[in-house]
Nanobody, 115 residues
Framework: QVQLVESGGGLVQTGGSLRLSCAVS????????VGWYRQAPGEQRESVAT???????TYKDSVKGRFTISRDIAKNTVYLQMNSLKPEDTAVYYC?????????WGQGTLVTVSS
């Protein structure tokens, strides 16, 4: 099983920025997809941004141009840079790995954007 440890969440004002980190206990180049999901209170978990082993990225439409997913291969860490944050970005953010039958989640980190 792959272990994922998120960090970087917190409270920020509208328009502010945060960078989330996900430390992965495996070589991320060997993983099919690593991504960030989020779940707001009373809502379903949704995909925010993903990156494949070939560095192909995808983004939820509402975060395009504001969020950037990136990788530090040497540190086996995946980041989510979040700029121009809005109150509707408030959620618990989870790191996720998908690789063949492997489907791992981190414990989540809370992001709160105040208006």
């Amino acid at each position: 099983q792959v272990q994922l440890v998120e960090s970087g969440g917190g409270l920020v004002q509208t328009g502010g920025s945060l960078r989330l980190s996900c430390a992965v206990s495996a070589n991320i180049l060997g993983l099919d997809v690593v991504g960030w999901y989020r779940q707001a209170p009373g809502e379903q978990r949704e995909s925010v941004a993903t990156v494949t082993r070939y560095a192909i990225t995808t983004y939820k439409d509402s975060v395009k141009g504001r969020f950037t997913i990136s990788r530090d291969i040497a540190k086996n860490t995946v980041y989510l840079q979040m700029n121009s944050l809005k109150p509707e970005d408030t959620a618990v953010y989870y790191c996720h790995v998908l690789h063949h039958s492997l489907n791992s989640w981190g414990q989540g980190t809370l992001v709160t954007v105040s208006s």
